[in-house]
């Protein structure tokens, strides 16, 4: 793992839950205020389990980004960073793709 590697550089909000050979399965979880500091995925889907508001910042752009309970969303690799803005806990699981 590097540096930029989600599970060092966000391990505040980043939990591991499985791997193999074609995917990574990490658990997100963002309390009002969290910030997962600047980190990489390669190609990944995002669940949403408990929505909210994040603003994400990638390349020097910022964005706002609502999610609902039960949102998925694809995601093609990137660095960035996220902040939940919001009051409520954002619960998310990410599969990264190695393949």
């Known amino acids: 793992m590097d540096k930029m590697d989600p599970m060092i550089a966000a391990n505040n909000v980043y939990k591991f839950l ?40 990638s390349n020097g752009k910022t964005s706002d980004v609502k999610l609902d309970a039960g949102q998925v969303m694809f995601l093609n690799a990137q660095n960035h960073e996220a902040e939940n803005t919001g009051k409520t806990t954002v619960d998310l699981v990410v599969v990264e793709l190695k393949k």
């Open 18 to 57: 499985m791997e193999n050979d074609r995917v990574r399965v990490l658990q997100v979880t963002f309390k009002p205020g969290a910030i997962a500091k600047m980190h990489h995925h390669p190609d990944h889907v995002v669940v949403a389990l408990k929505g909210g508001k994040l603003k994400l910042t």
